[in-house]
Structures are given as C-alpha cells and as structure tokens.
C-alpha cells in the first residue's frame, strides 16, 4: 500500500482529471470532498461524505474514476465507497449557525419555566445547549444499513445547517436511535459555534412548557425564547398529536425558524402522514425537508453495538456470547443495552466471565415468569442477615437493620422491577424517595464493597434456588 503522502497525491491527480471531464457544479457536489483512504493491490477505497454522494459515484460515475485511476497507472482494481464523514468537516457558513447577536438579544428560558423547573434558572450565562447530552455522539454511533441514511442526512447537517434537509424529519420505532442522533448533531452544532443557540426539547416538555407559559400569561417569552433558536430539535413529536394550540404555537415557530434559514429537527415514532390529528400544515411542513425512515439495526449491527458498548466498559466478549444478546434482543437498542449491562454488572458481582452460559442464565431468567414474590425476598433477605421481619419491616433506625432493608429495597428492584413507590410500601415506608435513595446507595456500595456483593449474590442464589 502507498503511503498516505502517495495516496493523497495520487487522489488530486485523479481528481484533477475528473475536474476538467465535468461540470463546475458537478465536481463540487459530488468529488470535492473526497478523499483515497485506501490503495493496496486489487482495491482502492474511496472516503465520502455522505450516503447520496458515495450512491451517486456509485451509480453514474464508478466509470469514470476506474477511467481517471487506469491514465494515472491504477488498473485492474475494485473501487469501494467509505462513508468517512470526517475527512470534510467544513466550519459552517457564517450566517447559518449562531450569530451572537441573536443570542444576546434573547431572553433566557421562559419564566414559567424557570419556575416550575428551578434547575434551568441556574445558569446564568446561558450557555444554549439545552437539553443536550454530551453521552451521544456520531463517533459511538454504530453505522448499519438501518441507520446510514439517517447518520448521512445529520452529518450533512453538521456541515451546512440550514441550507439543504430543513427540516430533517427521522421516525421509526422505540429504542433504535433517533434521540441518539438527533442530540449528536446538536452537540457539534453547540461545540462548534459556542454562541449559538442550540435548542433540543421533547414534545412532552414542549407542551409543557407551552401549557405553564399560558397560564402564567408568558406566551411571549415562550415565543420569543424557541423563535429566535439557530437550531431548534424537537423529538418525540407525536405527542403533539391531538393539541391544537400547542400545534398552532409549533406551526409559527417553525415558520420564522425556517424562513430565517435555521436549522429545525424532528424525530417521531411515525411519519407525519400516520400522526392522527396532526393538522394539515404542519403535516406538509415536515414533509417539506427530508424525511428519513430509521428501522432497527440488522444483527451484524447490532453485534458492532454490543461489542463497543462492552469495550467501553472495558470488556471484550466473546463471539458468541455477543450474538447470543444480539439475536435474542431485535427490536430496541436501549433493551440491548440494558441486557448487556445487566450481564456485565451480574459477572463483575460474582467475578465471573460473562460466558455465554452465564448471558443464557440471565436472559432466560428475564423470560421466566416471575414466580419470585415480594415477601420471598424480604424474608431471604432478613434471614440472611438474621434478623426478624418484624424489625425489617418495622421503624427501627439500627445500622444493621437500615442495611438489610435497603439491601432488600435493591433486590426489589433488581428482580422485580418494581416501582419506588410500590417497593417503599412493601417494607413499610411512606415515602418513595427513600427507595430511590437506597436502591442507588446499595448500587454504588456494592461496586467498593465485596461483602455486600457477597451477601447479594448468596441472596439471589438462594431466591433461585
Ligand atoms: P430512540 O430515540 O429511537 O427511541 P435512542 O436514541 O434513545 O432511541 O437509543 C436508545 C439507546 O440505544 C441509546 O442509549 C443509544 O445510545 C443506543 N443506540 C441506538 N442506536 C445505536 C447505534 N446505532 N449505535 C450505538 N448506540 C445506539
Ligand atoms: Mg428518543
């Protein structure tokens, strides 16, 4: 293989070629940014941008680079496309991200708002990357053919926001990634041009707010505060369904974003056309961009899933253990994830490898009808750290009462899944927020702490025993 100097070399050469056998128009759109990535032997391997551009050279131009490369001494080879996204990240155009002024000149989050969610009023220097979490981005995406068009389509948009794909409209089902990627074009968009005001809100917390801004008379810092967004995601909009002024307010405020060539992204679980009640306007407007629809990942994808989410715990699985999850959790990610997690946290318990037996155990277990009852575990519980029900269930504040309670709050949890409020009133308490606070102090205790893992462990083995 050449080196990288010699491939890059050979690539402008090549493309030099092709600049002079096509138009202007066409050289820029489709061969400007790309690049060689690979040129060993038999193949040369072509980065591109995006799906459309790596289709279109596919389709109508494969001809006339094999014919560019043979001038330029590169026969006989297969040429391959490879989405390589950032060999061309451009900064965007000046006047579609951000300019400072438009944040300046706006007010911060609605009133209402800030007070029926005192959080938001914290900070003060507003940083405009509401609602963004920082946990998703394009590199720990894993690209399939479910999802290429999609990741394409939000990567174009990191790279001209506002211009081409306005509105980007993403749906499919539950679990499959649209929040993933929808947030991920955000945080480039906020991390690039740190004064833009990057907005992403959920169609339930939209309404919300829309609904407190009526009754606390702010409409106007409502309008006024989603108006003068650069880029404006809203996910989940479904829920918008059957709210006719919410749909309203939404219908203007996509208009002025639109016509100020800002940036607006919406994710559902349908397309526009399948959201009932959802008015004829907006319908039309949704549409009127680029619609993407996402399907879930196909088992190889889901394997690459599996596999990085384990690296990232610092765990490599083994092959077979990665298909097993990923064969027998198809339809969501999210509840691959936690099948994953659950093995992962389950071995790190009881230092075991997470083999594939152990993966079986706990997915059938999963499956099994929960035969297990509240009672049993709380009475396993108490036995274990021999004390009476009475006083686990009872008032007494004692160390070695508190613990066995919380430990029993946490298997609750853990085999049950039963709500806080419904764990609290099995072990006598009245309050919610003490199951959450023990659930969560076992869980971090039980990562420092190998006795209570033990202990743990000798329970739940006796539960299934
Ligand atoms: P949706 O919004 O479609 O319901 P999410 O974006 O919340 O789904 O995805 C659910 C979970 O699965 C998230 O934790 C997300 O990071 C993860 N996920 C989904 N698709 C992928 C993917 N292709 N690569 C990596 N993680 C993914
Ligand atoms: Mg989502």
């Known amino acids: 293989m050449g080196t990288v100097m010699q491939q890059n070399s050979l690539w402008q050469a090549v493309l030099g070629e092709i600049e002079l056998s096509v138009s202007r128009g066409n050289f820029v759109t489709w061969f400007k940014n790309t690049c060689l990535l690979k040129q060993s032997g038999e193949e040369v391997v072509v980065g591109v941008p995006n799906i ?30 490879k989405i390589a996204p950032t060999t061309t990240q451009q900064r965007p155009t000046e006047d579609t991200v951000a300019p400072e002024a438009s944040s300046a000149s706006s007010s911060g989050r609605p009133t209402a708002d800030t007070y029926r969610n005192p959080k938001s009023g914290n900070s003060l220097a507003h940083s405009y990357r509401q609602g963004l979490n920082e946990r998703y981005t394009f590199e720990n995406f894993i690209v399939g053919a479910s999802n290429e068009l999609a990741f394409a389509a939000c990567q174009a948009i990191t790279q001209q926001p506002g211009t081409k794909y306005n509105p980007l409209f993403l749906y499919g089902g539950v679990g499959i990634g649209k929040t993933h990627l929808i947030q991920a074009v955000g945080n480039i968009l906020a991390a690039r041009q740190p004064g ?40 989940d909009v479904q829920f918008i369904a059957g709210k006719e002024k919410v749909q309203e307010e939404f219908f203007h405020t996509f208009n002025a974003l639109h016509q100020a060539n800002k ?114 575990i709380i009475e396993r ?26 430990v029993a709050m946490y298997i609750l949890r853990t085999e049950l899944h039963l709500s806080f409020p419904k764990i609290a009133r099995e072990l006598g308490r009245k309050d919610h927020t003490t199951a959450i606070h023990s659930v969560d102090k076992i869980e971090r205790e039980a990562q420092l702490d190998g006795t209570l893992r033990m202990a743990i462990a000798d329970i739940r083995e006796q539960l299934y025993a």
């Open 52 to 81: 459309f551009i790596k289709q279109q050279l596919e389709r109508k131009y494969g001809n006339l680079i094999t014919d560019m490369l043979r001038k330029n001494g590169i026969t006989d080879v297969n040429i391959r496309y």
């Open 196 to 235: 833009a005001k990057v907005l992403y809100i959920s169609t339930e917390q939209f309404v919300q707010e829309f609904v407190d801004a009526l009754r606390f008379r702010k409409t106007a810092d409502f309008t006024g505060y989603y108006r003068t967004a650069d880029v404006l995601i809203v996910d």
């Open 381 to 406: 519980t108490a036995r274990h750290f021999q004390i009476p029900l009475d006083d686990i269930l009872g008032p007494k504040r004692d160390k070695d009462i508190v613990v066995p309670r919380q």
């Open 263 to 376: 940036q607006i992204i919406i994710s559902a679980d349908k397309p526009p056309k399948d959201i009932p009640t959802l008015e004829a306007r907006l319908q039309s407007r949704f549409t009127g961009g680029m619609s993407i629809d996402m399907q879930i990942p196909d088992l190889e994808t889901r394997c690459a899933i599996v596999q990085t989410k384990a690296q990232s715990h610092n765990v490599v699985l083994e092959q077979d253990v990665v298909e097993y999850l990923a064969t027998n959790i198809q339809t969501n990610i999210r509840e691959l994830e936690g099948a994953l997690n659950q093995l992962l946290a389950f071995c790190e318990m009881r230092g075991l490898e997470p083999t594939l037996v152990v993966a079986a155990s706990l997915l059938s277990d999963n499956k099994r009808p929960k035969h297990l009852s509240s009672k049993q």
